[in-house]
Nanobody
Framework: QVHLVQSGGGLVQAGGSLRLACAAS????????MGWFRQAPGKEREFVAA????????YFADSVKGRFTISRDNAKNTVYLQMNSLKPEDTAVYYC??????????????????WGQGTQVTVSS
């Protein structure tokens, strides 16, 4: 069992930056691929970024490529999403997730077993 607790987020102007963190319980965190998803009002949840268990491989949605980075610190059981050059269309509730059966980055929500509580990110124009 893995419990994910998110922090960060908030309100920022367009062009600004935010960092989200996701802290995991459990000693097996380092074995899990991790991902970030988001859901805007009236829209379906969409993939944002993912990282392998080692941190050596990452994958991003085209909409955030070059602006967002994902990283992890296995010693701290934490994964991060650094968001730069934010746009109003990045406004959404962001969720971190852990994929217990995969070591490489995954892009589909159904491949993830555990989810964080969600964090609101609002980008004003």
């Amino acid at each position: 069992q893995v419990h994910l607790v998110q922090s960060g987020g908030g309100l920022v102007q367009a062009g600004g930056s935010l960092r989200l963190a996701c802290a995991a319980s459990g000693r097996t965190f380092r074995r899990y691929a991790m991902g970030w998803f988001r859901q805007a009002p009236g829209k379906e949840r969409e993939f944002v970024a993912a990282i392998s268990w080692s941190g050596g491989s990452t994958y991003f949605a085209d909409s955030v490529k070059g602006r967002f980075t994902i990283s992890r610190d296995n010693a701290k059981n934490t994964v991060y999403l650094q968001m730069n050059s934010l746009k109003p269309e990045d406004t959404a509730v962001y969720y971190c997730a852990a994929a217990g059966h995969y070591s490489d980055p995954r892009v589909n929500g159904y491949e993830y077993d555990y989810w964080g509580q969600g964090t609101q990110v609002t980008v004003s124009s």
